[in-house]
């Protein structure tokens, strides 16, 4: 099956700094990109659509300014958590496919102290 | 608002039965439906598929079902293995667009 990176695996930051999160589809180009956020034991909440050349396409409550996606090539989204705080641990984790079906990456545990 | 579901939170096994993880969806247009296995950690594998024009499909030890009369999913997997222990999410799809709701996970547990 296609794959999906992600990186990093895991990152720990202060409260007040910037975090970006990397997801690259390996094998294949993709014009789309989901991210999703998941708490421990809970499901995958879908955050945006990562669409190449444009805007990101965000869901509701989801602050647009506070986590900025860029879709800059076919085989790159990057997701920047803008002056994290504690409550925006969390792990997440993007998905791509070369059609309509998707492959996830394999997350990144954000840890903010 | 639209939603997918899960009945049971936890299911527990004894290894080499048979497993059977249920799943609630309301949107009738979804036309795409997915089970995923997520290990602790990870990220969620894909595991099988079913579009809304079939009723069922075989992989290899899973079977999905699909019931869109009651808007109903379930995943089966044979002889279940310790290495089946994961949560699995169903997951649907409307329109092809890769965009995906996720129900809210059933945590599999295999005693050996």
């Known amino acids: 099956g296609a794959v999906v990176s992600q990186h990093p695996s895991r990152v720990i930051c202060k409260s007040g700094t910037s975090v970006k999160i990397e997801c690259r589809s390996l094998?294949?180009?993709?014009?789309?990109m989901f991210w999703y956020r998941q708490f421990p034991k809970k499901s995958l909440m879908l955050m945006a659509t990562?669409?190449?050349?444009?805007?990101?396409?965000?869901e509701q409550g989801v602050e647009k300014d506070k986590f900025l996606i860029n879709h800059a090539s076919l085989t790159l989204s990057t997701l920047t958590v803008t002056s994290a705080h504690p409550e925006d641990s969390s792990f997440y984790i993007c998905?791509?496919?070369?059609?309509?079906?998707?492959?996830f990456g394999p997350g990144t545990r954000l840890t903010v102290t | 608002g639209e939603s997918v579901g899960l009945h049971l939170p936890t299911l527990s096994v004894q290894e080499g039965d048979n497993s059977i993880i249920n799943c609630a969806y309301s949107?009738?247009?979804?036309?795409?439906f997915i089970w995923y296995k997520q290990e602790s950690g990870k990220g969620p594998q894909f595991i099988i598929d079913?579009?809304?024009?079939?009723d069922k499909r075989q992989g290899q030890r899973v079977t999905v079902l699909l019931n869109k009369t009651v808007k109903h999913l379930s995943l089966q997997i044979a002889a279940t293995q310790p290495g089946d222990s994961a949560v699995y999410f169903c997951?649907?799809?409307?329109?092809?667009?890769?965009?995906?709701?996720f129900g809210q996970g059933t945590t599999l547990q295999v005693k050996p």
């Open positions: 998905s791509a496919g070369p059609s309509y079906e998707q492959y």
């Open positions: 094998d294949f180009q993709a014009t789309t």
């Open positions: 990562s669409n190449e050349g444009s805007k990101a396409t965000y």
């Open positions: 949107n009738s247009a979804s036309d795409y």
């Open positions: 079913i579009r809304s024009n079939m």
């Open positions: 997951a649907e799809n409307t329109g092809n667009t890769g965009k995906l709701i």
